[in-house]
T-cell receptor
Framework: LAKTTQPISMDSYEGQEVNITCSHN???????ITWYQQFPSQGPRFIIQGYKTKVTNEVASLFIPADRKSSTLSLPRVSLSDTAVYYC???????????FGKGTRLSVIA | DAGITQSPRHKVTETGTPVTLRCHQTENHRYMYWYRQDPGHGLRLIHY???????DKGEVSDGYSVSRSKTEDFLLTLESATSSQTSVYFC???????????FGQGTRLTVV
């Protein structure tokens, strides 16, 4: 997997939009960008995946600039239940190890 | 939810004893992974498998071995458990590259 860098932690108030940016300067042409969310005492779960431009689903949006060297996960109007660790992964090629790193710990405050 | 089951869910064992954790899937997914999670270290990959009898080491493989004799089962063995292996262990499965990985509910292992 390509090396990724994301903030260790972030705080936000309820109702705000939260943007978590991940840097991946060594992303390869065929690499997708995938984000996972992990609640305490649970395994991570898939949130969103994209290759370029913008992807949106019912949970989040993923913005990817033209050079694809970074990506931003956007969570609209967060609630207390969005408090979790968010992981950015780049370069899942199947036979390669799926490494999660430490992720970004998001704390939502009332 | 994806059909992935870890057993046991909780285990307490003594230092020096062998321990085997099982990950069982009903999805026929090719890739399987074992992770451990400890405070301050995030999720660390122990071993992974890309097919029956095809396994490889991850970031923290020392003290662990794995086996995958059939598609649905991926076993993680601690040959001689140590207190440093007290952790929460997660198994994950994935169908192919660039697809969603599904995680089990975790196994909390305590080595005393």
């Amino acid at each position: 997997l390509a090396k990724t860098t994301q903030p260790i932690s972030m705080d936000s108030y309820e109702g705000q939009e939260v943007n978590i940016t991940c840097s991946h300067n060594n992303i390869a042409t065929n690499d997708y960008i995938t984000w996972y969310q992990q609640f305490p005492s649970q395994g991570p779960r898939f949130i969103i995946q994209g290759y370029k431009t913008k992807v949106t689903n019912e949970v989040a949006s993923l913005f990817i600039p033209a050079d694809r060297k970074s990506s931003t996960l956007s969570l609209p109007r967060v609630s207390l239940s969005d408090t979790a660790v968010y992981y950015c992964l780049v370069g899942d090629r199947g036979n390669t190890p799926l490494v999660f790193g430490k992720g970004t710990r998001l704390s939502v405050i009332a | 939810d994806a059909g992935i089951t870890q057993s046991p869910r909780h285990k307490v064992t003594e230092t020096g004893t062998p321990v085997t954790l099982r990950c069982h899937q009903t999805e026929n997914h090719r890739y399987m992974y074992w992770y451990r999670q400890d405070p301050g270290h995030g999720l660390r990959l122990i071993h992974y498998s890309y097919g029956v009898k095809d396994t490889d080491k991850g970031e923290v493989s020392d003290g662990y071995s794995v086996s995958r004799s059939k598609t649905e089962d991926f076993l993680l063995t601690l040959e001689s458990a140590t207190s440093s292996q007290t952790s929460v262990y997660f198994c994950a499965i994935k169908d192919r590259a660039n697809t969603e990985a599904f995680f089990g509910q975790g196994t909390r292992l305590t080595v005393v």
